[in-house]
């Protein structure tokens, strides 16, 4: 099955069923052949359709893609990326309903609908979340390079596991190259009383992250989530920095050049474990396809684990 590929300009009503995934350059990802499988081994309709939307588009733009997810009957929902914030800026009086989730991230990750409502949540709090739950480090300090949306996600996700009184770090650390996302992320945090002790680093060069990283216990969770190594080469780090003993070196990305978990892997002697990105994708897919087909996927298990070998295959 051929994905069909449309620009904002393009759109057409859909001649079936079709789930959509809101890009940059969706033709050339590998979900336009995972989902049909995934869909077909969970009985799912299996028609996939992308939309590419130049960077930082115009206001009237985003709202033309979510009118005509909005209006097609057979547009079933949509997984967004790239977009997240200014989609959900440019549209939000267009939907009925918004998570709590988008409210508090200002994003829109997974369109849905119900009844003839159409539904917006930002889901990366429960992807990042999930992912970081698997690693089994919650008791342990973070470090987290770049302060963007998935970093503010995963933090509103800790902020969540302390209010429920689970383990959380006893200390958490943010670097970022600008100013105005840690802002963002302070002010964030002061709105719904993050308690976890925070320190917000102005890291405008790798050796000012290189500097944070040695502040990292022995043992602690270091996180790319700069985006560099697959958005953009390279690595928040310089090949000088040393990780402290039995860390975790945590990256986001689970394809592209993958530089930090290159840096980790060659301090794999001193018991340093290098995690990619695999179950955050997977997650990151799962949990908006339950959201659209109202259907229980399990973040864990049996199940999980064939759409993870389907995926892998």
Request: charged fraction near 20%; aromatic fraction near 8%.
């Amino acid at each position: 099955m051929n994905a069909l590929v449309y620009t904002p300009e393009t759109l057409r009503p859909s001649p079936e069923p079709t789930f959509f995934f809101v890009g940059v350059t969706t033709g050339s990802s590998s979900i336009m052949q995972v989902f049909p499988r995934w869909a077909e081994h969970l009985g799912l309709p299996r028609a996939i359709a992308g939309i590419d939307v130049p960077l930082d588009a115009s206001p009237e733009t985003y709202r033309r893609v979510v009118e005509h997810l909005r209006d097609d009957p057979n547009a079933l929902g949509a997984l967004v990326t790239t977009h997240k914030l200014n989609l959900f800026k440019a549209s939000r009086d267009l939907f009925d309903e918004i998570g709590e989730s988008a409210e508090l991230l200002d994003e829109i990750s997974s369109i849905s609908k119900r009844d003839g409502r159409l539904l917006g949540h930002a889901m990366d709090d429960v992807t990042s979340g999930l992912a970081y739950d698997a690693l089994g480090a919650a008791d342990r300090e973070l470090l987290v390079l770049g302060a963007g949306g998935s970093s503010l996600a995963l933090t509103l996700h800790l902020h969540r596991l302390a209010t429920a009184g689970a383990p959380v770090p006893p200390r958490l650390t943010v670097t970022n190259r600008r100013p105005a996302r840690l802002s963002e992320m302070r002010d964030l945090h002061d709105r719904i009383g993050f308690g976890i002790p925070t320190t917000y680093v102005l890291a405008p060069e790798p050796s000012d992250n290189d500097a944070a990283l040695a502040d990292l216990a022995p043992g602690g969770v270091v996180v790319n989530a700069t985006g560099l190594g697959k958005d953009r080469p390279g690595s928040p780090l310089t090949d000088a920095a040393e990780f402290p003993t039995d860390a975790i070196a945590w990256d986001f990305n689970y394809r592209g050049d993958l530089v930090f978990l290159d840096q980790a892997r060659r301090q794999a002697s001193r018991g340093v474990a290098a995690v990619d990105g695999w179950f955050y994708f997977l997650h990151g897919w799962t949990r908006v396809m339950a959201q659209v087909f109202d259907i229980a996927i399990p973040p864990s298990g049996p199940e999980f684990d064939a759409l993870s070998r389907i995926a892998r295959s």
